[in-house]
């Protein structure tokens, strides 16, 4: 039986996106080293959890910040505080939103929030968006890069202009940071001074930093306090978090400063897919280190010519391909460690060979 | 200044009551030994979490299990699935459930089920009290034992009683098993056979068990099928649960066979505790690891009577006394492994000296 796309990118020597294999090593290379008998947190208590809190609060410039142990969990109780605070079970954001499309509805269903779309699902919320909605919604969700349309990010000039406008009509806005680290390297940012624009704030652990779970969610005191009030209901305050709190400040401490690295590669990398026969990036222009990559051609088409080219190469560029139409497909591309490692040259010698491959298919 | 009783506590050489610390070492020594390669479950899939969801199953005698980070949360969607199918959201059980006292209304807040007492806070729940219940309740959750009053137990016949009338009366029966492992040797029964009774179980890993945190939630496959929708919901399907898992395997099989030690301990312990002077325990009859011990005296008498006994013996009964009145203290306290390393004669010596201490008490 022919080996599948999966199977043949495994095999490869190199995988160009990502920090590497999700396995085990990843806790126990973020344990090395560390004291054992330091004391587990407690319930939200100790100095695990409230050193690594303080730290992104100040990192963040939040006057506090609540360690969760998703951001699932952190931006619908976000979202749920500013309601009640407003009285107005209703909130706006980006219609491929992941508390739209990754949740199971988790905020309707538990918080009974209605929600509202900013923007179409192709495009990222612009402030005409917001000034146009026709809802007086309690809180405004921005996701930068908004991740499903392979990590656009509006202007910060557009930021600004969203914030100063909730600011005047009584609208929250919260920021999925998800992948916050990801874009300070285009804004030319601090991570504070894009928070600035925001009343609340989540970061991951696992996506750019790369650690094995968890999530933090930061503002002002008043609103972090009520925030562990429902950790404890979702059933998120464990008497333990510290396996994700340590490899999160580890791999925090990695890689914060890789980031403008990843940028660069990205670019590198996406103008070498725009060189490429019917291929193009989404976006055009790189702005963090993450895009999509489309090919107008079927799918099946397209696993066959990358399992040729994984082959040939030993380069790796996707584990899948996703069905756009019957005549196009794409699939995610995020830079991590991994991409440094990969020789230039067989990178090259990859995409000439998806190019050719590609002309070659009808 | 004088030291408090939990820094006496912490420093004298011999604890009666856990497992010892709860610091990284729990962890790292769940960690030895362990293939790095090993791949991190993803969102509820992965070898790791499957094969220890089926092993819990078979270990229960349920059809399938799923593994969450908290009890807080397995038990809210477990009532919360109980109420949709029946289309009723109201369930029944003791005024003390840790989901009345610890959970912050979880159940109430974010699934607006109504709750109904059985019994009253100073007893178990007992056939008669579920008889005279006099609402249509989707589930009625029964917590083996019942922690906030020392760990009592109904007997087993009461459960068989309970379990065959909520069959006829279409009412689920859902067991809290925090501790079932614990009860186990007192019923002289196998988990099997008491989740047999349940439609619906719960235990976790970090009481007796001694893991870092996490849960164990089983039923039928369509009950646990629909608890992973709202484990998504809540926050709780997270990217990689494996530092959890592995640890709650660990200590599960470093202590499963031990609960009937522990039980033997706890009974010889509760016996010392009798013997002495404005002292009892509660329940009287040992029927787990665990009971509370009550002192007729005031509470800060009873501190200062501790912190001599810790002194002169260097054991240590507790870290803490808690007020019932102004003549009564109370605290609790649960067998692990420590008891079996405490010196029989410096034990002996430690209750000598807190019995002709108390009498000194006026």
């Known amino acids: 039986m022919a080996k599948s796309l999966i199977e043949v990118f495994k095999q490869t020597t190199y995988q160009v996106g990502g920090n590497g294999k999700r396995n085990l090593k990843v806790l126990l290379d973020s344990l090395e080293g560390v004291d054992d008998s330091l004391e587990s947190d407690i319930?939200?208590?100790?100095?695990?959890?409230?050193?690594?809190?303080?730290?992104?609060?100040?990192?963040?410039?939040?006057?506090?910040?609540?360690?969760?142990?998703?951001?699932?969990?952190?931006?619908?109780?976000?979202?749920?505080?500013?309601?009640?605070?407003?009285?107005?079970?209703?909130?706006?954001?980006?219609?491929?939103?992941?508390?739209?499309?990754?949740?199971?509805?988790?905020?309707?269903?538990?918080?009974?929030?209605?929600?509202?779309?900013?923007?179409?699902?192709?495009?990222?919320?612009?402030?005409?968006?917001?000034?146009?909605?026709?809802?007086?919604?309690?809180c405004i969700l921005?996701?930068?890069?908004?991740?499903?349309?392979?990590?656009?990010?509006?202007?910060f000039e557009t930021l600004e202009q969203i914030s100063n406008y909730c600011r005047q009509k009584g609208i929250k806005l919260h920021l999925d940071g998800a992948r916050l680290f990801e874009v300070l390297p285009f804004y030319q940012k601090t991570a504070a001074e894009v928070c600035s624009l925001f009343d609340s704030v989540y970061i991951s652990f696992y996506k750019g930093i790369g650690g094995i779970a968890g999530a933090i969610l930061a503002g002002e005191d008043s609103f972090t306090e009520e925030s562990k009030v429902w950790k404890r209901r979702h059933g998120g305050d464990l008497i333990s978090l510290y396996p994700y709190i340590i490899s999160s400040d580890y791999y925090y401490e990695k890689r914060k400063d890789?980031?403008?690295?990843?940028?660069?590669?990205?670019?590198?990398?996406?103008?070498?897919?725009?060189?490429?026969?019917?291929?193009?990036?989404?976006?055009?222009?790189?702005?963090?280190?993450?895009?999509?990559?489309?090919?107008?051609?079927?799918?099946?088409?397209?696993?066959?010519?990358?399992?040729?080219?994984?082959?040939?190469?030993?380069?790796?560029?996707?584990?899948y391909v996703k069905e756009v139409n019957e005549n196009e497909c794409s699939y995610e591309v995020s830079i991590g460690d991994l991409y440094e490692s990969v020789p230039k040259e067989d990178l090259q010698k990859a995409f000439e060979l998806l190019d050719e491959k590609l002309k070659n298919v009808n």
């Open 43 to 138: 319930y939200g208590k100790g100095q695990i959890i409230e050193d690594f809190q303080r730290k992104m609060a100040d990192l963040l410039g939040k006057e506090s910040a609540v360690f969760f142990p998703s951001g699932t969990m952190a931006q619908q109780i976000a979202l749920r505080i500013w309601c009640d605070r407003k009285g107005v079970n209703k909130v706006a954001y980006h219609p491929l939103s992941h508390l739209e499309i990754h949740e199971e509805d988790g905020l309707k269903e538990l918080h009974h929030i209605e929600t509202f779309y900013l923007a179409d699902s192709h495009r990222v919320i612009e402030f005409d968006d917001v000034l146009k909605l026709n809802e007086d919604v309690a």
């Open 258 to 319: 890789k980031f403008e690295q990843y940028y660069k590669e990205a670019t590198e990398l996406a103008s070498l897919y725009n060189s490429c026969h019917d291929v193009f990036t989404v976006p055009q222009e790189i702005v963090s280190n993450m895009f999509h990559v489309h090919i107008k051609k079927p799918k099946d088409s397209v696993e066959n010519v990358l399992i040729g080219v994984y082959e040939e190469s030993n380069i790796g560029l996707t584990g």
């Open 142 to 155: 921005l996701e930068l890069p908004q991740r499903e349309i392979g990590g656009q990010l509006p202007s």
